[in-house]
């Protein structure tokens, strides 16, 4: 696997212990989800490596992932820093109305009205809810707040969203 289809679930940031764990800050709403893993493919400067995901436990805000084949101190090092990632097809569905930001990110919006305001670049989490950033060709940015009020559809087939926007938000 030449890494191009990958989703990065984690990083490993360190060593942890003696017994060939690695310190990985999750990159997921859901660091239970470690777990369910049985390989995962470290994407680093070295390359892409697969790996056998052997066990897993919670540390603080971090998980502590063993490796088959990694079991001692050494052979954690030798696998240094990077991303653990996932093939794209193998992350878990979605319920219906719910996205992963890759999947909302490059998007076209428009709103209610048929005006193109541009195309997602980035999605900000603020914690109360997301942000979407949308930039248009003159590069005028647009910020406009994640809200079943304001987002009225997504057609992730046509990539395309539809916005109902609040008055005097592209007042300038």
Known sequence: ????DLI???????CQGIKGEV????LTDDPRRFAELKRVFLKSLSGVRELQV???????????????GIDDLNAAEALGRGLLCIPR???????????????IEGLSVF????????RIEQVIQTGANDVYLVRNRDRK???IPALKTVVREIDLGQSKMLVDLPEGLLDE
Do not use: C, H, N
Request: proline content about 9%; cysteine-free; charged content about 30%.
């Open 54 to 68: 052997e066990g897993y436990r919670p540390f603080r805000q971090f998980v502590l992932v063993k490796f088959k």
């Open 1 to 4: 696997m030449d890494g191009s």
């Open 89 to 103: 097809d193998e992350r878990p569905k979605l319920p219906p109305g719910r996205y992963y930001l890759d999947e």
């Open 8 to 14: 990065a679930v984690g990083e490993i940031v360190k």
């Open 111 to 118: 709103t209610t009205a048929g005006e193109w305001l541009g």
């Open 141 to 143: 940015e647009v910020l």
């Open 23 to 26: 310190k990985v800050l999750p």
